[in-house]
């Protein structure tokens, strides 16, 4: 059972337009929430995250959105670069320090 | 600088064989996991490790094995190497609760 899905496997935007990727989670026990970028040959890095007592966390031209009565959030990238092309992936955890992710998003920015 | 390092990079093997990847962090972090990445997967947890002695099972242990005799490393062992684990492999450290994975670079594993 998947508990962290991302249901876009691509997402292609035009450099300086806004890139939102997508991310719905099921277990109502997470608190935590990740978004980690992953170049080829690269491990993941992180990105960006929030706890479950926030809606909204800003970092420059990352945003990361919460809705938890919907359990999903969202990745916006404003304004997108080529740069930022690159396998988004979402991950939540809990008390256990383990973190679960999704299966990646492929974000295509083109020139 | 405090950095995760795995190796080897690259590694091709034959089935039936014992295969060992090695993960060695300088951030004097407790927490340790194993992850493989598979396409339609994403990253799927193996095996982690909150401490010195300590080992737990992930998502999919099945024919690893992991052991932590010290805070640096945390050694991934696949007892009997089988196609289905041709995948790439990352390790990551963490020192604590809601603090962000730091990755290493990933092995690539084949299994032939």
């Known amino acids: 059972d998947q508990q962290v899905k991302q249901n876009s496997p691509s997402l292609s935007v035009q450099e300086g337009r806004i890139s939102i990727l997508n991310c719905d989670y099921t277990n109502s026990m997470f608190d935590y929430f990740l978004w980690y970028k992953k170049y080829p040959a690269e491990g993941p890095t992180f990105l960006i995250s929030i706890s479950s007592i926030k809606d909204k966390n800003e970092d420059g031209r990352f945003t990361v959105f919460l809705n938890k009565s919907a359990k999903h959030l969202s990745l916006h990238i404003v304004p997108s670069q080529p740069g930022d092309s690159a396998v988004y992936f979402c991950?939540?955890?809990?008390?256990?320090?383990?973190?679960?992710f999704g299966k990646g998003t492929l974000l295509t920015v083109n020139p | 600088d405090a950095e995760i390092t795995q190796s080897p990079r690259h590694k091709i093997t034959e089935t039936g064989r014992q295969v060992t990847l090695a993960c060695h962090q300088t951030w004097n972090h407790n927490n340790m996991f194993w992850y493989r990445q598979d396409l339609g997967h994403g990253l799927r947890l193996i095996h982690y490790s909150y401490g010195v002695q300590d080992t737990n099972k992930g998502e999919v242990s099945d024919g690893y094995s992991v052991s932590r005799s010290n805070t640096e490393d945390l050694p991934l062992t696949l007892e009997s190497a089988a196609s289905s684990q041709t995948s790439v492999y990352f390790c990551?450290?963490?020192?604590?609760?809601?603090?962000?994975?730091?990755f290493g670079n990933g092995t690539r594993l084949t299994v032939t």
């Open positions: 991950a939540s955890g809990g008390s256990n320090y383990k973190l679960t």
């Open positions: 990551a450290s963490s020192d604590s609760l809601n603090s962000p994975l730091h």
